[in-house]
Each structure stands twice: as C-alpha cells, then as structure tokens.
C-alpha cells in the first residue's frame, strides 16, 4: 500500500496538505494513530510525579493531539467542501469513535484533577494575561464538558455526546442529500419566462455540470434558487421549487430529519439537567455574551416587532404591485421575491440585471484584499500550481507591510453537488507562538453561481455581501497573533465570533470601494454614480422580510432549546405553534426551517445560539460607526485598535472587554435597527 501522507512530514508549499496524494482510505488509519498518540500524551500528563504546573499540565495538552488535529482538519474541509460516499461512510463510522474519544478525555479524572489544581492557583503562579485566560477557559471547558460529575453521570453523558455525534452527521447527510438530489428542468422558453441573462446562463451551467447539455437546471443552491424565485414569471414553477427548498429533511422518505430532530432535542435536554441546568438554553447561553435566554429574548423581541411592522407595509407594496398586472392574488411565499423585484425596480428605478455585470467575482475578491490592505496592511498574492482538492479553488499568500509571511488564504468559491450549501470559514492549520511561529492555513467557502466558461462569475449586491462577511471570517484566522492554539483565531464565544465578520460587511457599502472595484465586466466602466446612489438607497429595502426570515428562525431555535422534555415532540407542529405564539406572516417562512436548520441540529456549534448574528449585529453597526465618527472609513487610530482587540486577539479576553478597549463604551442597540431601517415609530426610517 502507498505511504499515507499523515505519516510523513508534508514537503509542500506553506505546509499545505498535499491533497492530490491524500485518499480516502488514508483517514481511518490517520484517525487511529492520532488517537492513540493522544492518548499516550494524556498518560503522560496524568502520570507525572511532578506537581501540576502550567508548563507540564496546560502548555503540555496545548503540544498534544497534533496529528488527530490535522487529520480532523482536512477530514472536516473535505466532508464540507467536496465529499463522496466513501468520504460519507467514513464520516458516519468515525463520528461515535471520536466522540468517545473526547469524552474520554474531557471526563479524565486525573487530568481534571492537575487542570483543576493549576486553575486555584492561578492568582500566585506569576502568570501572563494569555497563560490566565488559556487556564480559566480549559477548566471551564472540563467543567462544561461534566468532569465535576459522579461516576455514572459521566458515563450516561459519553453515551449522549456519542449518540449526538452519530445522529447529527446523519441529519447533515441528509441534508445534502436532499439538496443534491433536487433538479428543476426548465425546458424551453416558456419555463424560463421573467429570467434575466444571468440568471439562464447560471441555470444552463447547472445543467452541464449534471450532463444534460442544451437544458437550464435549477438546484436548491441558495444562488440557484433565489435568483429563479425573483425572476420566474411561472408562478406554478416558483411554487414547485420553494416548496422543493421548504422541505429538504422534511419528505417522509430515508432522508427526513424530523425523528433525529425529536432524539436530539431530547439528548440536548438530558445532558443539560445531568449539568445542573433547567433547560439546554440555559446551559449553552451560560458561557456566552448573553449568559441567558432571558437576554436573547429581549433582544430578538426588540426586533420583532418593528419587523412585522414593516413586513406587513411591504407585503401591501406586493399585493399592490401584483393587482397592477391584472393579479388579483393572495401573496404567497413563493411570490415574495418576484414582486418584492419589481416594487425595487419601480420604486428605486433598479433592475438587478443592470446591477450584476458591475460585481464581478474576481474584482469583488479584489475589493475585500484592498479593504484589508488599507485597514491592517496586508497584502495577497495569487499563487498557482498548489495541490488543492478541487480545479476551482484558488490560493493567494498573505503578506504584512513589511512583506513577512501572515498566512495562506484559499478561496472555495462555487456551489457543486458535493458541497454543503451556504457559506463559512475554516482553517487547515491555525496560528500559535507556543514553541514557533505558526502561521495558519484559512478557507472561505461560498455557494455562487459559476459563470459559464469563458464567461466571468456575476454576483448579486447580496452575494457580494457574503462573501465579505466570510473574508472577515477568514481575517480574523489570518491575523490571529496569540501564543496558545487553545485562544487563536476564532476560539471566542460564539455570539462574539460573528462580530469581525459583520463589521467587514460595511466596507463594501462605502462609495470608496464600490466606484473602485464596481465595474462592468464588458466595458470595464465603474458603476455610474446615479446607479450607485439608488443602490445604496436601497440597501434596507424589504429589510421587514429578511428580518422576520432570520429573527423567526432565532426564536424558534430558543424554543426548542427552552423544552424541558421532548416527549411526544411532533417537530413540524411544534414549529408552527412557536410561529403562531410570535404572529408569523403567512407569507414569509423561516430563513432555516427545522428539518433543514444545519446550524443548530448538525452540531452543537449554533444550538440555541442562531441568535449570535443578530447579537453581533448590534456590535458591528455600533463599531462601524466609530469609523464614521472618525471621518475615515480606514482612520489609522481606529483601524489599529479593531486589529489589537479583535482580529489579532483571538479569544485572549472577555470579548466585552475586547470590545470596550476598541470602542470606547458598550455598544449600543439603537446602532442596529437604523442600520436595518427599523428604528421606533416616529423616527425617521432611512430607506
């Protein structure tokens, strides 16, 4: 058998994973060996005479798990980004053996013992603010993870974070394939009525990609599916389609995800009362900025309701427009973006195809490294010939103004069956100054359309938007300049962690970047000022509708979260009665039903915590205007003080102080609703 890559020392540029010699009968045995070599490094740990220390109880777990870590790293990327079935059964084989894994060493009474023994002497050991905080938050996440817990309690919890292991791979699995296997065959011009150049050039590489050759395909990618939904003159097709992208894990057959729903909110609910908690919310929200359901409530509320209020002026707009085109009908949710289209159009005289041949992919890469050069000196070279997984993937080498190495970035831009749809950031490798200087390894995944070939990649203002968003992401990796793996990047709590991305979104609103880098992929034009000008004008329109999208599926994950018992748990009627106790609109349907809402039922990581973008929101309308107060959106003061507290600090301090230190003052939430068009009545809105 051919040498497996993780069990050599990788020759390739920036210690890049050498993808094109790692195959998928190479992670089992990496897997294995990494958890072995662990295991011995714990041993180690827990078998010292020496006293427990910093240096030989944290530095020594912060030197461990090197191999596990670089295998689940690309594993991870692979599952996400390009998988297969191969790649698939591993995942589910490997999902109930690495959790017992981490159970085990998480729940190790003797290693908790040294943490717990290091963490009460933390105030005499001469430590450095880091060295603080790396201690406080290991034993809090040894504490978190049950390592306080009777014997049996600890047993019954590995079983729960085993089981949840398994069943939420399932539910990502299934997911993925409900979404892969979905295809809208338009066929000829009386299906592709309403549907703009881009929009059919999309839908016949979509096509080509799945060997049908000469036909236009709509898929359940997000850029697939909102761009038909917005221009589609076929209102049967629409409603075919939304229903098709309601109902991913929701059709009764092997990929419905309702049952794993049930099992998972009961296993969430279990595993909070064995840690002392009322309910899965109260315990996931403890080692948040929010600390408690109580708060994400509030907030939500806040929004809620200027939300509907707006919806329901928006939805008049729409029955309006409709009745105007001899359409006497009952807006559904399928319509909403149709005529929510044309009301832009007429109202701010904007056609979304005039837009799109302003935002071309590549000039919009170019915009978000420029913004990163004026405001932290970085800059980004393209490199070619790297052993990437996948044709499509780009890399470009990071560099400081004095022209050190900072990082690798790698662009994973363009949706394909055998990626998982939305957006995110990852990393291959991250920073840490432990015994050198590691620099790290970060990923942007984006779902976009691919341009035909020969033809360049045309973005809406939204995807553009995105892609910012994770650009910041993946400068919050890149810039990381932390000690400890444990605090680098973006190791912060979750409803912090959305806050450097957010606030690098406003960027791409200023003039100065649009006029620069908005130009017309044919007469390389920049986008004619009165263009620009109704653009920005209308940034808040139908902001009622996409915030009552997002809020809804906030409020419901809390609710779900808030059960304190899942028996009998129907999951869509559950769903239903939670929208119909906040006055869900008819119209509008969550941005994530829940038989599909990945961030919360594939993984703890957004589990009573969808709320974070929102929490982060109110931070990065309030922290953006600090620039505008200053009279530079690239003010040198400013920009260096986001750098110090934010994206090279990693989770180093309480992310409210972090904040402080940036801003000045806490932020406040009144930054979010005009930032959203949505302040109180009598206010003047901006529009």
């Known amino acids: 058998m051919d040498t497996n890559p993780f069990f050599t020392q990788w020759q390739t540029p920036f210690g890049l994973p ?54 689940d790293k690309v594993f991870g990327n692979l599952t996400s980004s390009h998988t297969n079935d191969e790649l698939q059964a591993i995942q589910r084989d490997m999902a109930p053996v690495l959790a017992k894994h981490r159970s085990e060493i998480s729940l190790n009474p003797e290693l908790f013992q040294r943490i717990d023994a290091v963490y009460q002497q933390r105030d005499k050991l001469k430590l450095t ?39 939420s791979t399932a539910f990502s699995q299934n997911v993925l394939q409900d979404e892969k296997d979905y295809m809208l065959v338009l066929e000829g011009e009386r299906d592709l009525a309403g549907l703009p150049d881009f929009a059919r050039a999309a ?41 098709a992208w309601t109902l991913r894990g929701d059709n009764g057959d092997a990929q419905d995800n309702k049952k794993i729903i049930q099992e998972i909110v009961a296993l969430r609910i279990e595993r909070a ?71 832009r159009k007429a109202k701010y005289e904007l056609d979304e195809a005039e837009i799109k041949p302003y935002f071309q992919l590549d000039k919009m890469i170019e915009a978000a490294f ?10 980004f070279t393209e490199v070619k010939g790297l052993p990437l997984y996948h044709p499509d993937v780009r890399a470009w080498e990071v560099k400081d103004k004095d022209g050190k190495h900072v990082a690798l970035f790698i662009g994973d831009n363009f949706a394909r069956p055998t990626k998982r749809s939305g957006a995110w950031m990852s990393t291959l490798r991250d920073q840490e100054n432990l015994d050198e200087s590691i620099r790290p390894l970060v990923l942007n995944n984006n779902n976009f359309a691919k341009g035909a070939p020969g033809e360049p990649t045309l973005l809406s203002f939204d995807d553009a938007n995105t892609l910012f968003h994770e650009f910041g992401h993946g400068l919050h990796g890149m810039l990381s300049n932390v000690k400890y793996p444990y605090l680098s990047g973006t190791s912060v709590l979750r409803d912090f962690v959305e806050f450097p991305s957010q606030v690098y979104e406003h960027w791409l609103e200023q ?3 649009l006029q620069k880098f908005a130009v017309h992929y044919k007469t390389g034009e920049p986008i004619p000022k009165a263009l620009l000008d109704k653009i920005l004008a209308a940034r808040n329109f139908n902001q009622g509708f996409a915030t009552v999208e997002y809020v809804s599926s906030a409020l419901v994950d809390m609710e779900f979260h808030a059960l304190k018992s899942a028996e009998g748990l129907d999951v869509n009627g559950f769903e239903a009665a939670s929208l119909k106790k906040i006055g869900m609109p008819k119209e509008i349907v969550m941005r994530h039903r829940s038989p599909h809402f990945s961030h919360i039922f594939s993984g703890d990581g957004y589990s009573a915590g969808y709320y974070s973008y929102m929490w982060a929101e109110v931070l990065d ?13 690239f003010d040198p003061a400013m920009a260096k003080k986001l750098y110090d507290n934010v994206y090279s600090a990693g989770g180093t301090s309480d992310p409210m102080e972090a904040y402080i230190r940036f ?25």
């Open 129 to 167: 603010p880091e060295q603080k905080r790396v201690v406080e938050r290991y034993h809090l996440a040894f504490v978190r993870a049950g390592a306080q817990l009777k014997p049996e309690q600890k047993q019954r919890l590995a079983e729960i974070t085993q089981r949840l292991a398994v069943i």
């Open 273 to 343: 009362k064995i840690m002392g908690y009322e309910t899965f919310a109260d315990y996931k929200l403890a080692d948040t900025m929010a600390k408690t359901p109580a708060a994400v409530s509030d907030l939500l509320l806040k929004v809620w309701g200027p939300a509907k209020e707006r919806a329901a002026e928006e939805k008049g707009l729409l029955a309006e427009m409709a009745r105007s085109e001899g359409q006497n009908i009952d807006i559904e949710p399928w319509d909403w973006r149709y005529y929510a289209e044309k009301v």
């Open 511 to 513: 003039p100065e970047i």
């Open 663 to 687: 801003r000045g003052r806490e932020p406040k939430v009144d930054a979010l609703l005009k930032n959203r068009g949505l302040v109180p009545a009598g206010e003047p809105r901006v529009n």
């Open 203 to 243: 839908a016949a590489q979509a096509a080509a990609e799945r060997n049908l050759p000469g036909k236009h395909v709509i898929t359940l990618s997000r850029s697939s599916i909102e761009p038909f939904l917005t221009f589609s003159a076929r209102r049967d097709l629409r409603e075919a389609a939304f229903k």
């Open 18 to 71: 050498p993808f094109d010699k790692i195959k998928p009968a190479h992670f089992k045995p990496a897997y294995e060996r990494g958890m072995a070599e662990q295991k011995a490094e714990i041993a180690a740990i827990t078998g010292t005479k020496e006293a427990p220390s910093f240096a030989n109880t944290i530095e020594a777990m912060e030197r461990g798990g090197r191999l596990l870590e670089q295998v």
């Open 621 to 633: 309308a309030d922290g953006f205007n600090a620039f505008k107060e200053a009279g530079n959106i």
């Open 370 to 379: 420029y913004t990163a050069n004026r405001l932290f000196g970085v800059t």
